[in-house]
Nanobody
Framework: EVQLVESGGGLVQVGGSLRLSCATSGFTFADHDHTIGWFRQAPGKEREGVSCLSSSDGSTFSADSVKGRFTISTNNAENTVYLQMNNLKLEDTAVYYC???????????????????YGKGTLVTVSS
């Protein structure tokens, strides 16, 4: 069974930084084609793909709202994915979810339309 566990959320001021982590189990990055990434859902809004990375073609996808501020990375040895968030804004406040999809497609596809498995999420609150 694939499981994803997020950590690193919290309260941060505008302009600050946070690093989210997602520990995975049930599959290995090196042995399985996958797209892994981060989604978020703000109060009253739909869930949106934030940043994703495909292992099958190496492509990445980032939402326009976070380009230049958020960076996705992985530690393949530890099957962990990270999201470094810099210059945080009030509108970044949301529950952030780690997610993985096992279709062999470019990252933008599952990052735009949804993935197979999601974690339970971690709350990021940006305050003024």
């Amino acid at each position: 069974e694939v499981q994803l566990v997020e950590s690193g959320g919290g309260l941060v001021q505008v302009g600050g930084s946070l690093r989210l982590s997602c520990a995975t189990s049930g599959f290995t990055f090196a042995d399985h084609d996958h797209t892994i990434g981060w989604f978020r859902q703000a109060p009253g809004k739909e869930r949106e793909g934030v940043s994703c990375l495909s292992s099958s073609d190496g492509s990445t996808f980032s939402a326009d709202s976070v380009k230049g501020r958020f960076t996705i990375s992985t530690n393949n040895a530890e099957n962990t994915v990270y999201l470094q968030m810099n210059n945080l804004k009030l509108e970044d406040t949301a529950v952030y979810y780690c997610a993985v999809d096992f279709a062999r497609v470019a990252a933008r596809v599952p990052c735009s339309y949804g993935m197979d498995v999601y974690g339970k999420g971690t709350l990021v609150t940006v305050s003024s």
